[in-house]
């Protein structure tokens, strides 16, 4: 058997009521660097959060008392839902045997960074998420700019004319990605892997649905920065001289 990883200083909660499942998630998980706590229920699972202050949630969606979606809800109304590592936002990953597009986008929308169907192979369960840490630790990037709009990915901040932007941790990862391809046509099969890291078998839908949604805080009284390409995905730039 090979030896346990050295600790990687990462706090993972685990929530899930399968028992069997718990634990070998659990076991896995420390073998593989990480210090996990565990719960058996939602209520269970918000206790734990406010005890742990975890790095990121693994939640099954179905529980037996309130679902993984509501145990997320409710988290993102204790902790706030602006992308600040180890503050405001809590990386979560979702667990479940339902595998049907609507559910992945309901708690992609609800600002999951993962979904992950049952059974899954634990290899590359820890190897998600890694990427999903990855791409919520914040680490020191230059400062980018398009006309007056201002990300911050050292600081997790957004801003348009000086205004402050409050954005979704999903819609600071779509907005960093159009900003470090500004002026660039991007497909929507590329964002959906970049910001998603997941191809939802080529439905795109809730590429869509979160460009509406940073529209409708950017683009809201400025001039037009995100436009669409028709047939093709999107691009932000700034107004043409």
């Given at each position: 058997?090979?030896?346990?990883?050295?600790?990687?200083?990462?706090?993972?909660?685990?929530?899930?009521?399968?028992?069997?499942?718990?634990?070998?998630?659990?076991?896995?998980?420390?073998?593989?660097?990480?210090?996990?706590?565990?719960?058996?229920?939602?209520?269970?699972?918000?206790?734990?959060?406010?005890?742990?202050?975890?790095?990121?949630?693994?939640?099954?969606?179905?529980?037996?008392?309130?679902?993984?979606?509501?145990?997320?809800?409710?988290?993102?109304?204790?902790?706030?839902?602006?992308?600040?590592?180890?503050?405001?936002?809590?990386?979560?990953?979702?667990?479940?045997?339902?595998?049907?597009?609507?559910?992945?986008?309901?708690?992609?929308?609800?600002?999951?960074?993962?979904?992950?169907?049952?059974?899954?192979?634990?290899?590359?369960?820890?190897?998600?998420?890694?990427?999903?840490?990855?791409?919520?630790?914040?680490?020191?990037?230059?400062?980018?700019?398009?006309?007056?709009?201002?990300?911050?990915?050292?600081?997790?901040?957004?801003?348009?004319?000086?205004?402050?932007?409050?954005?979704?941790?999903?819609?600071?990862?779509?907005?960093?990605?159009l900003m470090?391809?500004?002026?660039?046509?991007?497909?929507?099969?590329?964002?959906?892997?970049?910001?998603?890291?997941?191809?939802?078998?080529?439905?795109?839908?809730?590429?869509d649905t979160?460009?509406?949604?940073?529209?409708?805080?950017?683009?809201?009284?400025?001039?037009?920065?995100?436009?669409?390409?028709?047939?093709?995905?999107?691009?932000?730039?700034?107004?043409?001289?």
């Amino acid at each position: 058997m090979p030896r346990p990883a050295a600790s990687t200083g990462v706090n993972l909660l685990v929530v899930d009521d399968e028992p069997t499942v718990r634990e070998l998630l659990c076991a896995a998980l420390r073998h593989a660097g990480f210090t996990v706590a565990a719960a058996c229920t939602g209520q269970e699972a918000l206790d734990r959060a406010e005890e742990v202050s975890p790095d990121l949630v693994l939640v099954d969606v179905m529980l037996p008392d309130l679902d993984g979606f509501e145990v997320i809800r409710r988290l993102r109304e204790r902790y706030g839902s602006a992308a600040a590592p180890r503050t405001g936002h809590i990386p979560v990953m979702f667990l479940s045997a339902r595998d049907a597009t609507q559910d992945k986008i309901e708690g992609l929308v609800l600002g999951g960074d993962d979904y992950v169907t049952k059974p899954f192979d634990l290899q590359e369960l820890i190897a998600r998420i890694r990427a999903v840490l990855r791409r919520t630790s914040g680490d020191p990037t230059a400062l980018l700019r398009v006309a007056d709009l201002e990300l911050d990915p050292e600081g997790v901040q957004a801003a348009r004319a000086g205004e402050p932007l409050r954005l979704s941790p999903t819609e600071f990862r779509l907005l960093h990605y159009l900003m470090a391809n500004a002026g660039r046509t991007v497909s929507k099969p590329q964002i959906l892997q970049r910001v998603w890291d997941y191809d939802f078998n080529g439905d795109t839908g809730i590429v869509d649905t979160y460009i509406s949604y940073l529209r409708r805080k950017i683009d809201n009284g400025g001039p037009k920065l995100i436009h669409t390409v028709h047939g093709v995905g999107y691009v932000l730039r700034g107004a043409k001289t």
